[in-house]
């Protein structure tokens, strides 16, 4: 069922609508949400429209001994374009980190261009990375112009690993999820090839923001493009996924997201959706058995979400439905395409983490049969669906398997673990 009210095209289906009857089954349910196409129009050199929200964000760059050079000046240049894209009411600061965290600008509005542009200029760089007082530093400037009517981001860009205070994924994606419930998201840029992707990953995911793998300097500015794309697009935030499995149906995991279960509710949260970006909850459920020809009631879906728009709360709801047949021909042929190509997606990345598992363990030869193996699967599932997006997740695989050797690995590994939170929170760039 697909309904439409003004910010967001809902849509919730089985991969299998048409189920065997007489037969405990698994299927997968896939909630997708889109958000609706903003109009833009250009002007003062960026791209503004009428509808767009107001944003509240802070800039945490790593001014550690690493970053010295061609960094630091590439890092400026980036925000000296965020600034020249602002709009007079968005609100920015700056924070930079070595062996302590510093606010070079404190949270203002953006009408001061030139004011805002020499506090940048101040960076330097040298010392160590105390990258989660950087963080937390942010945090606080978000926090003096916190506002559900805004789009509150932190973007972090460093290029090493934290050596000063809390260090591990562990914490940082505690701190991620803590800002999360503040609806304050994380977006995590890591440069070169010194950082940890794997703490960059978790503190981007559990504040459910972007991450990107900058390898060369010289790219920061594009990705800071792609970022603040996706900042000026957001449609609505707070949105919050609720599935209830009705008259037996089992919640058994969702896959590739945060989740709450318990009993027979699943809650998830994405805190913000993108003009014209498709986002998806996909949960796999466990049916009772049913008579055939039967229709039965599968699962009822609530989606709650603020409209930037309106600041008003939305709702939208669907059941959804299954039917029961004795021909495994019927089942096969009513296959929803869409749906299970999501699954298999997210299944081949699960493959390839358990990959980069083996390889950090040091079994070389097993994570390479892995992802062969992953990438046949996905060779024989593409040719099935006709999926050009499985196609290139195999060809993806194939090149992972062809690189897990030193020289190349520690590139590598921050190349997959990039790829695996593209396909796992179905970012944009």
Not at 38 to 65: C, H, M, Q, R, Y
Not at 71 to 98: C, E, G, M, S, Y
Request: cysteine-free; proline content about 2%.
């Amino acid at each position: 069922m697909t309904t439409q009210p003004d910010q967001i095209k809902f849509n919730a289906a089985l991969s299998t609508p048409l189920l065997l009857a007489d037969k405990k089954q698994t299927v997968y349910l896939q909630v997708r949400l889109t958000g609706i196409r903003l109009k833009f129009e250009a002007k003062l050199e960026k791209t503004l429209s009428s509808k767009v929200a107001p944003i509240n964000v802070a800039l945490v760059i790593d001014s550690s001994g690493s970053m010295q050079g061609e960094k630091i000046r590439r890092a400026k240049d980036a925000a000296f374009k965020v600034v020249d894209q602002l709009h007079p009411d968005d609100i920015i600061a700056v924070v930079t980190f070595n062996h302590h965290a510093e606010t070079l600008l404190p949270a203002t509005q953006a009408q001061d261009r030139e004011m805002i542009k020499a506090a940048i200029n101040t960076l330097r760089g040298g010392g160590q990375s105390a990258l989660f007082e950087g963080v937390v530093k942010g945090a606080q400037e978000i926090r003096k112009f916190l506002d559900r009517k805004r789009v509150n981001r932190i973007v972090l860009v460093s290029d090493g690993v934290a050596n000063v205070g809390p260090s591990t994924s562990e914490e940082l994606g505690v701190l991620g999820a803590s800002l999360s419930q503040e609806n304050i998201v994380v977006t995590t840029i890591g440069l070169g090839l010194g950082y940890n992707e794997d703490l960059m990953t978790q503190l981007a995911e559990k504040s459910d923001g972007n991450h990107a793998f900058v390898e060369n300097a010289t790219d920061l500015v594009r990705f800071f493009d792609h970022e603040f794309g996706d900042i000026f697009s957001v449609v609505s935030q707070e949105v919050n996924v609720t599935i209830i499995g009705v008259d037996g149906t089992r919640p058994l995991r969702v896959i590739g997201r945060e989740a709450k279960i318990q009993d027979q509710q699943v809650l998830v949260k994405l805190n913000q959706l993108y003009s014209a970006q498709e986002k998806y909850v996909l949960l796999e459920l466990e049916v009772p058995p049913t008579q055939m020809n039967q229709e039965r009631v599968i699962a009822g879906v609530a989606v709650v979400y603020r409209n930037l728009d309106t600041d008003v709360m939305e709702r939208l709801s669907s059941v959804v439905v299954a039917h029961f047949t004795d021909s495994p021909q019927l089942v096969e042929e009513k296959i929803n395409a869409t749906v299970m190509t999501a699954a298999i997606e997210q299944l081949a990345v699960e493959k390839n983490k358990q990959a980069v598992k083996l390889r950090d363990e040091g079994d070389i030869k097993e994570a390479r049969k892995l992802l062969l193996d992953n990438a046949n699967n996905l060779a024989e599932e593409a040719a099935k669906y006709e999926s050009k997006s499985l196609e290139n997740l195999r060809a993806i695989n194939f090149d992972d398997a062809e690189n897990l050797e030193d020289k190349n690995w520690k590139k590598q590994r921050k190349s997959m673990r990039q790829q695996q939170y593209r396909v796992k929170t179905q970012q944009k760039y």
